[in-house]
């Protein structure tokens, strides 16, 4: 098995069809084992380096911390909306409309269909998420609401897009409580990432303190969800072949790869050259070398969460585009 890992591997490099190679890699790794799902994550990292384009820039941008705090906003209201709707089937605007400035309220927001204790997990997130809101718009003033997708169409997109070809049935984050954990997952970490990129360059001491308050949520929130996912690693994900590890695996590789500045971003099994101190394959935070948390610029992030890999086309989670000076200073009626 690992010789035809191997095999389709090279081809990938001699060919540079590394979209088809990864595919065929992921439709294989139906095993529930984690040394199968941990090569097919390392494999699928050195793919990145194949198929990156250079000239997206992975270099910090100049701004300052007002702009800094408000792109930031963005991640805020899409986690806020999530996870208030997920929970209650009611969203921001039932609890702190003033928030969202006039913005549009979300599409294809609903409850999900959550066990009562992960139910519980989910409302208190939500609320933790309308407080981030409250304390970024009385420091700074907010922006409005960006218009945001969070149908399961939009989550059914992102996810055949992780695994290579398109699930049967499509992904439903609100048909169960594993889902809507996976599709969870696929969100709190990349506000964390840009709060680790933000704070280096946030020259005023209140700017600096509350994003550093902000950023201690965000990582217990993703920390909460790695770990309840991580009870789980092993279980297949019904109806699909595929483990809870797999699709983490898979998420971070997609998220890797649309961001297009390398290995930032791991899944629940690693290899053990990526675990702590090379000593362990569980891998509950995703840490870099030192254990150290990874960051991200705003331009990454974009390129994430606009599911397409470009900061100048809007799509994904935002269809028109998020919004504050920096979002909106990559979109095309700017330049």
């Not at 690992?2 to 439709?27: E, G, P, Q």
């Not at 499509?170 to 997952?185: E, V």
């Amino acid at each position: 098995m690992l010789f035809i890992y191997s095999c389709l591997f090279m081809h990938a490099r001699i060919s540079h069809k590394t979209n088809n190679s990864v595919s065929l890699l992921r439709k294989m790794a139906t095993s529930s084992s984690r040394s199968y799902a941990g090569i097919i994550f390392l494999l699928s990292l050195q793919l990145i380096t194949i198929a990156g384009q250079p000239h997206h820039s992975c270099e910090p941008i100049e701004a300052n911390d007002k702009d800094r705090i408000e792109f930031a906003q963005n991640l805020e209201f899409l986690e806020a909306e999530f996870f208030v709707n997920g929970a209650l089937g009611i969203g921001l605007d039932a609890f702190a409309p003033e928030f969202a400035k006039g913005g549009p309220p979300p599409i294809g927001a609903k409850k999900a269909n959550l066990d009562p204790v992960i139910c519980k997990i989910i409302e208190e997130f939500g609320y933790q998420e309308i407080g981030h809101l409250r304390a970024i718009v009385t420091t700074v003033g907010g922006i409005p609401r960006p218009l945001l997708n969070i149908s399961s169409e939009n989550f059914a997109e992102l996810f055949d897009k992780a695994v290579g070809y398109s699930l049967d049935p499509p992904f439903d984050p609100y048909a169960d409580t594993t889902k809507f954990l996976l599709a969870s997952y696929a969100i709190p970490y990349v506000g964390l990432v840009g709060y680790v990129g933000t704070i280096p360059y946030l020259a005023n001491f209140t700017s600096r303190g509350l994003v550093a308050s902000l950023l201690g949520v965000e990582s217990g929130q993703d920390a909460v969800l790695r770990a309840l996912l991580n009870e789980i690693a092993d279980e297949k994900v019904v109806p699909y072949d595929l483990t809870v590890a797999d699709f983490t695996n898979m998420i971070s590789e997609l998220r890797n790869n649309l961001a297009r500045c390398g290995i930032k971003d791991e899944g629940l099994i690693v290899p053990l050259e990526l675990g702590a101190e090379n000593r362990t394959t569980c891998n509950i935070l995703s840490a870099d070398p030192n254990s150290l948390s990874y960051a991200r610029t705003p331009p990454e992030i974009l390129r994430i969460v606009y599911g397409d890999g470009d900061e100048d086309i809007p799509g994904g989670f935002f269809p028109k585009g998020a919004n504050g000076n920096i979002a909106r200073s990559y979109l095309p009626e700017h330049h």
